[in-house]
């Protein structure tokens, strides 16, 4: 029996790394995961009154692309959100969860050639790992670009030699940034929106942590492009409930762009997708048009950052995450510091160097656990408290010379 190449390299994913570091050990005290970013948070009491008063729709296929009702919501929501008016019918489509459309907007966009040569795609590192299969799958080739404290935790496109800019067809970007918190400026995304017109390349917006902020709403990439005044194709938007609304079982995402790109993606989609049932369509409609209950979300999110900045008051190293709801903690090595917390206090954490591509040192995670504040507030504060007295308690963290966000 033969098999395909294309994915044998493929490092084993994040989380069976972690069960394989973990799970053979005691853990030290009780449990408490921070590894996962599920959100932990009530979602709104009538969504499942949404679902029962719409079951019949089980009974049916679901549209592929979307309810009206819900590309409405949709449009309606990203008027709201970045001021920029979408065409429902023809430039959003909704989609099972955001990894969904993150892996296929390549499929559907990603050209077989650029300039000739075979097709880069440009990747943050650390990264969410579906960015890294969409390029091979794509047969692309996927250059990693470090998002470090030296470049404020987000990919400087802009320094890449101009043979590689020459071949990039896509560029991803995280913002607010998974894992560290980061979030693009204006001016952030005004250079890379340039950036992509120079060199023709489209830009994938993962902003999935948008909603989750601590003081002012992250500026979106759908925002500066008007601005700008640049061509509609060349940002595509991805965001869903997951984070927003803490419906990260619901699977409701979107992907907004320019008429022509749509085109492309929803005649693949047309054959491959999976959409929701139409009953969690009807849901995901009215959970897109309230607002009510992401506030509520956010001020919960913001007691936990809160939480964390008096927890880590005067640690070298530790910076506030400015969105989102991960800690990017600096250790000496990440795997140590991971199975040491969890055989020592039974804390579950990430290993940075997980979510990003590189051998020891030169792995841009090597240095970092991640941590995730999605537990209730109290006890996030007695795992964070377990967590700094188990690994700082001997000497302060390393210091991060360079890093452009504010210290809180």
């Known amino acids: 029996?033969?098999?395909?190449?294309?994915?044998?390299?493929?490092?084993?994913?994040?989380?069976?790394?972690?069960?394989a570091l973990l799970d053979h050990h005691t853990p030290g005290g009780d449990v408490v995961h921070m590894?996962?970013?599920?959100?932990?948070?009530?979602?709104?009491?009538?969504?499942?009154?949404?679902?029962?008063?719409?079951?019949?729709?089980?009974?049916?296929?679901p549209p592929n692309e979307g309810s009206v009702d819900l590309r409405n919501a949709i449009a309606d929501w990203v008027q709201r959100r970045y001021g920029v008016a979408v065409d429902p019918m023809a430039q959003v489509m909704a989609l099972n969860g955001t990894r969904e459309g993150l892996y296929n907007a390549a499929m559907a966009l990603c050209p077989e050639q650029k300039n000739g040569q075979k097709p880069v795609v440009l990747i943050p590192n650390p990264f969410y790992q579906v960015y890294m299969v969409a390029s091979i799958s794509?047969?692309?080739?996927?250059?990693?670009?470090?998002?470090?404290a030296e470049t404020g935790h987000l990919p400087d496109y802009a320094s890449l030699p101009e043979d590689v800019l020459n071949r990039t067809a896509v560029a991803y970007i995280c913002s607010p940034a998974n894992p560290q918190g980061a979030v693009a400026s204006r001016a952030y995304w005004a250079e890379l929106i340039r950036l992509a017109e120079k060199y023709d390349f489209r830009i994938f917006a993962d902003e999935c942590y948008s909603e989750i902020y601590r003081d002012s709403a992250p500026v979106g990439a759908l925002t500066v492009a008007q601005e700008l005044g640049a061509d509609p194709e060349r940002v595509v938007l991805f965001n869903s409930l997951s984070k927003r609304s803490n419906l990260a079982g619901l699977r409701s995402g979107l992907i907004v762009s320019g008429p022509e790109t749509m085109k492309r993606v929803h005649q693949l989609r047309s054959y491959s997708g999976a959409p929701l049932p139409a009953p969690l369509q009807a849901a995901a409609a009215r959970v897109w048009a309230d607002e009510t209950h992401v506030e509520e979300n956010r001020a919960l999110y913001r007691?936990?950052?809160?939480?964390?900045?008096?927890?880590f008051d005067g640690l070298d190293g530790y910076m506030a995450p400015e969105a989102g709801f991960f800690l990017w903690l600096p250790v000496p090595n990440g795997e140590e510091a991971a199975l040491k917390l969890w055989t020592e206090t039974g804390v579950r954490v990430l290993p940075g160097a997980y979510l990003a591509q590189g051998q020891g040192a030169d792995n841009p995670g090597h240095g970092y656990i991640?941590?995730?504040?999605?537990?209730?507030?109290?006890?996030?504060?007695?795992?964070?408290?377990?967590?700094?007295?188990?690994?700082?308690?001997?000497?302060?963290?390393r210091p991060l010379p360079g890093d452009r966000r504010q210290k809180r």
């Open 138 to 148: 794509v047969a692309a080739e996927p250059v990693f670009v470090p998002a470090t």
């Open 35 to 61: 590894t996962i970013g599920e959100p932990k948070h009530d979602f709104p009491s009538w969504v499942t009154d949404v679902i029962v008063e719409n079951a019949a729709g089980f009974q049916s296929y």
């Open 1 to 19: 029996m033969n098999f395909p190449e294309r994915f044998s390299n493929l490092p084993p994913y994040a989380f069976p790394r972690l069960r």
């Open 370 to 397: 991640r941590v995730a504040l999605v537990a209730p507030a109290a006890q996030t504060e007695t795992a964070l408290q377990k967590l700094r007295s188990c690994l700082y308690k001997n000497s302060a963290s």
């Open 303 to 311: 007691e936990k950052y809160l939480i964390a900045d008096k927890v």
